[in-house]
């Protein structure tokens, strides 16, 4: 056991994405073997597997760093128990799930997707050194105010900026294109944000990519290069998405994904760079990432060629940034995205 724990420190980075991909795609594999009908039971099954880089991430810091810490029982048990509730209720309403009518399978669903949510948020007061480190980075919220714009409204602001030129384009009126925003749409819209929040990529994906990986690809490489590596790796990781229906166009809808997940995946890093690696901050910005096109109401029209729009203006966006922050130079060794072996 003693040698393998050695092993896992030494190939920190190969361990980490063999493990996330292997906890992943073995459930987004499992409609190729077992037909799943209910699409609220389809959905919450794919949302375990989408915990596969938390997963792994949180496995590998217990085993990097055992070491045990002193730690607040109390406080940890009071947040686990606050983010069990939310995640529960953002579940049942967002899904529309009756507690009365669902089947057995459903609701232990439910419990384990709350469950696995709550241990993520809490566990930033982890007793364990390793699970501490990586997962407090949540709380990491003092990072000023214009991360917090960069973070929930970059993304949106392309997306209308998108729509503005396809109304050029099609020459159709502006109005017809930007939805229109009552207080129903936006208590739907508060729901939707928390349950993509706890229960779809972003808070479970960024545990691993920016929590655990990222930061020791800055230790190997420069931003540009450990952030394009990120970017590929990634978007495959997504592959059997595509492939077992969650995602529509199979395969072309795969390759379409390239054009966006590399842009995006360098707009991660700016922001994480500036945000003294808070993962509070790129989890927001995942959920804009997730949300925008279907939250926002976007119509059905931005699709094809003006999708392209919007993936050319994301890349110029990342290009920006590229430049701006000379992500060709490596970070200091002390800089905080930077891991400290």
């Known amino acids: 056991m003693s040698s393998v724990c050695e092993l896992i420190k030494k190939y920190q980075l190969i361990s980490y994405f063999v493990l996330a991909f292997a906890i992943t795609w073995a459930v987004f594999s499992t409609p190729f073997f077992y037909s799943i009908s209910d699409p609220s039971t389809f959905i919450l099954t794919m949302g375990i597997g989408g915990t596969g880089p938390a997963f792994a991430a ?49 609701l232990m669903l439910v419990i384990i997707n709350s469950a696995i949510a709550a241990y993520i948020i809490s566990s930033g007061l982890s007793s364990r050194e390793g699970i ?23 993304i949106p602001a392309i997306m209308y900026i998108t729509m503005i030129i396809c109304s050029a384009i099609t020459e159709n009126p502006l109005g017809e294109i930007i939805p229109e925003v009552s207080l129903g749409v936006a208590s739907s819209v508060i729901i939707a944000l928390g349950y993509v929040t706890l229960v779809r990529g972003p808070l479970r994906e960024e545990i691993g990519w920016r929590g655990f990986s ?60 500036h945000s003294r690696g808070s993962l509070l901050m790129t989890t927001f910005f995942h ?15 931005i699709t094809g060629p003006y999708y392209l729009v919007f993936c050319v203006l994301v890349n110029i966006a990342a290009i920006v940034a590229i430049i701006k922050d000379k992500m060709w130079k490596k970070l200091p060794g002390d800089h905080e995205a930077v891991y400290k072996y």
């Open 287 to 301: 959920t804009s990432v997730n949300t925008t096109a279907t939250v926002l109401l976007i119509p059905a029209a």
């Open 132 to 154: 501490r480190n990586l997962l407090n980075k949540l709380y990491i919220w003092k990072v000023g105010w214009v991360w917090y714009v960069a973070a929930l409204a970059l």
């Open 58 to 106: 949180i496995i590998l810091s217990r085993i990097i760093k055992p070491e045990k810490v002193d730690t607040d029982s109390r406080m940890h048990l009071a947040i686990f128990l606050t983010a069990f509730a939310l995640t529960a209720a953002c579940i049942i309403l967002y899904l529309g799930i009756s507690l009365s009518a669902a089947s057995i399978p459903l």
């Open 214 to 273: 990222l930061p020791r690809l800055q230790y190997l490489y420069s931003p540009l290069v450990g952030t394009l590596l990120l970017g590929v790796i990634w978007t495959i990781w997504h592959l059997p998405l595509h492939l077992n229906g969650v995602y529509g166009n199979g395969m072309d809808g795969f390759i379409e994904r390239f054009y966006f997940n590399i842009g995006v995946t360098f707009l991660f890093t700016w922001i994480y760079n």
